[in-house]
């Protein structure tokens, strides 16, 4: 993750200004968007909204990774804060990091 592009840098501080409850409230709106149409009537447009809703969480994902690990290590603060990791990704009772 050292040597990534500026264009993934960039991408990187943008998301994660976003605060991660933004991408929770759009998908749980777009589940609700989902049925709405479909109990209106709209199954066909229903279902297509309703698959927007992993595809934002996705992105919510993405967006807590850039803030907790990608972010922080870029600008020194040290990534991985608080799992344990060692510096040979591994918590210190051995077990794979984030276990």
Wanted: net charge positive; charged share 15%.
């Amino acid at each position: 993750m050292n040597y990534e592009g500026k264009t993934t840098e960039q991408v990187e501080r943008g998301t994660a200004r976003i605060p991660s409850l933004t991408f929770m409230g759009f998908a749980i709106g777009a589940m609700v968007a989902s049925a709405a149409l479909v109990l209106t009537g709209r199954k066909q447009l229903g279902n297509f909204v309703g698959q927007w809703a992993p595809t934002i969480l996705i992105m919510g994902l993405y967006n807590k990774v850039a803030k907790e690990i990608a972010v922080p290590r870029r600008e020194g603060i040290g990534g991985n804060a608080g799992y344990g990791v060692t510096s040979q990704g591994a918590s210190a009772s051995g077990a794979p990091a984030g276990f």
